[in-house]
């Protein structure tokens, strides 16, 4: 399918709703039978039924359909947020007694789930450094039940070979989800290297505007259904007919904002590696980048998200510079058209800033849709600031 006609047409049955181009939300809770059978039928069928929002709503199944159909997947379910789908998507594959085998350093979310709430339930999950595929050999047991991937990862970019790391849990029948966000179905598509579920929030660059929270899991009916039938409809995370909309708004204009974040993302890269004040450059489409081979290889593209280490003794120094940005936002978050920053110090005491320590002057920067000139001006005079 063409990628034009999953964003345009795919999915939208106009003629049902008076022709508009646009959508309707459909923003009702619960669904009219006109007869006992068809009600039982649903009963008995959910996932095949429009019964209940917290299931299925028609509003969203436009969404699901384009967004598995962008990750070559025979099926889809949105979640009120990325930190729900992965939820969903590990606890549908664990029981008591299992292991799992996770990444370093995974999303924020993901480590407090393997940390803290899994363990309560007797499921323990072991750390490896994914960018060589002998620490996950090592890492598997006999109880393992998830490997759970990030790649790359949304601050040092590491990366994992995900064909390699799929034949391996295919050989031992371990079901591998993957946290797709920094590229997008767009720039990566996990599914046709065997990975099972790849995950992705929407909240970043399929919304692309900053104005609603979303996740992503795509995978195989099978399993798109059992995960539907229990934790989907347990945890109640859906999304919302509205925010659904807005998604599908945002997936419009996907490819072109992409297309001119890589550009932009490009220009900033270039300026950074020549700014004296910055030490390294973290960027998996640099040729500077440890694993750019695998990047190129697996990856059809790379954009907005960087990071740097800047040269400095203290972090005042820091603070100043992310203080003096006129037009990076300091805020979490990405995908959005607005530039932002965030520097790694803000997670840590100050008193236990370490300038020896490369990761406590790391910055991550996002590119967004502004000139790229007009943000390259405002860390140029950020740089100039720090003298
Ligand atoms: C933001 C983010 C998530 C979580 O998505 P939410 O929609 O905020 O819950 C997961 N993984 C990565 C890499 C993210 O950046």
């Known amino acids: 399918m063409d990628l034009s006609y999953i964003i345009n047409e795919y999915a939208e049955e106009r003629e049902k709703y008076f022709n508009a181009v646009s959508p309707p939300i459909i923003q009702s809770s619960n669904f009219v039978f006109n007869t006992v059978e068809d009600m ?9 039924t429009y019964l209940y929002s917290r299931g299925r709503n028609p509003t969203v199944d436009i969404l699901r359909k384009k967004l598995a159909a962008l990750d070559g997947a025979e099926d889809c379910l949105v979640f009120n947020s990325g930190a729900a789908a992965i939820f969903a998507a590990v606890l549908a594959n664990v029981k008591a007694g299992d292991h799992i085998v996770s990444v370093d350093k995974p999303y924020t979310w993901a480590q407090k789930m393997f940390n803290d709430i899994l363990p309560r339930f007797g499921v323990t999950t072991t750390y490896i450094d994914g960018r060589e595929i002998e620490h996950f050999e090592r890492a598997i047991l006999p109880n393992t039940t998830v490997i759970y991937l990030e790649s790359p990862n949304s601050w040092d970019y590491a990366l994992q070979d995900l064909k390699a790391v799929a034949e391996l849990a295919r050989a031992e029948h371990i ?38 929270l979303g996740g992503v899991l795509c995978g195989s009916k099978t399993m798109i259904e059992r995960i539907f039938n229990s934790e989907y409809m347990n945890i109640g995370s859906g999304i919302q007919p509205f925010n659904a909309w807005l998604l599908i708004r945002g997936l419009r204009t ?6 001119r974040i890589t550009a932009s993302t490009k220009k900033v890269t270039e300026y950074l590696k020549n700014q004296p004040k ?27 998200l960087l990071t740097f280490i800047i040269k400095t003794t203290t972090i005042n120094e820091i603070e100043h510079f992310c203080e003096s940005l006129q037009h990076f936002f300091m805020a979490v978050s990405w995908g959005g058209h607005e530039s932002l920053i965030i520097p790694k110090c803000s997670g840590i005491k100050p008193a236990d800033f370490d300038a020896g320590n490369k990761e406590h002057r790391m910055l991550r920067l996002y590119v967004g849709l502004e000139d790229p000139d007009y943000l390259i001006r405002d860390l140029d005079q950020a740089f100039g600031n720090m003298q």
């Open 278 to 304: 910055v030490e390294e450059l973290l960027f998996p489409f640099d040729e500077s980048f440890p694993q750019y081979n695998l990047a190129k290889q697996q990856m059809s593209g790379a954009c907005g």
């Open 175 to 212: 079901v591998t989800i993957i946290d797709n966000s920094y590229c997008t179905p767009l720039y990566q598509r996990p599914i046709e290297y065997g990975i099972d579920l790849t995950m992705q929030t929407a909240t970043k660059y399929i919304s692309g505007h900053s104005d609603t």
């Open 40 to 48: 039982r039928q649903a009963f008995a069928d959910e996932y095949s």
């Open 254 to 259: 996907l490819p072109a904002r992409l297309d």
